[in-house]
Antibody
């Protein structure tokens, strides 16, 4: 079945960077965009950006430009999200999600989420 | 950016109740509107895409409607497993914004 499996929880200090992985299986990795969404504790969903695994093209939300980098390794069907200059407000669960090509480009499926804690 | 506004932010209902959640976009998004269900500690799950299309495997008590700027998610007869938070999302343009969520709680 189509599945996205993310790397484990991370604890980082303010100013550091974090890199989260998202391994795809059950479909052709390069055929579907990967999006990243985050969720602070008790808060809503915040879209961060997208990446085309075939071309490597990316698009980032304005809020994260300059700090966010999305990459991929097609040989192992894995996407990566790296966020730098971390601050306490970046503490959240980070999700990857495949963008389907059905009418309204929904996100399905989602990875299980990776908790990133930023604390001194 | 397109703003998505859901109402209510939370509601209390009983098993068997009919529940309707609304989502309004700040500009027309045609039917580029999706609905997700999220349970505590879990990833969101796609329920409805293109405003009114039920995702495979989702119970038929869920339905969606609307186009342009106003959309609804209806649960015809609330079941215990439906208590969760629901989010709308527009995929008309980037950033792909979400509503703030509607938490459905047990009365």
């Amino acid at each position: 079945q189509v599945q996205l499996v993310q790397s484990g929880a991370e604890v980082k200090k303010p100013g550091a960077s974090v890199k989260v992985s998202c391994k795809a299986s059950g479909y052709t990795f390069i055929s579907y965009d990967i999006n990243w969404v985050r969720q602070a504790t008790g808060q809503g969903l915040e879209w961060m950006g997208w990446m085309n695994p075939h071309s490597g093209d990316t698009g980032y939300a304005q809020k994260f430009r300059g700090r966010l980098t999305m990459t991929r390794n097609t040989s192992i069907s894995t996407a990566y999200m790296e966020l730098s200059s971390l601050r306490s407000e970046d503490t959240a669960v980070y999700f990857c999600a495949r963008r389907d090509y059905t009418n309204s480009y929904p996100f399905d499926p989602w990875g299980q989420g990776t908790l990133v804690t930023v604390s001194s | 950016d397109i703003q998505m506004t859901q109402s209510p932010s939370s509601l209390s209902a009983s098993v068997g109740d009919r529940v309707t959640i609304t989502c309004r976009a700040s500009q027309s998004i045609s039917t580029y509107l999706n609905w997700y269900q999220q349970k505590p500690g879990k990833a969101p799950k796609l329920l409805i895409y293109a405003a009114s299309n039920l995702q495979t495997g989702v119970p038929s008590r869920f339905s969606g409607g609307g186009s342009g700027t106003d959309f609804t998610l209806t649960i015809s007869s609330l079941q215990r497993e439906d208590f969760a938070t629901y989010y709308c999302q527009q995929c008309y343009s980037t950033p792909r914004t979400f509503g703030q969520g509607t938490k459905v709680e047990i009365k």
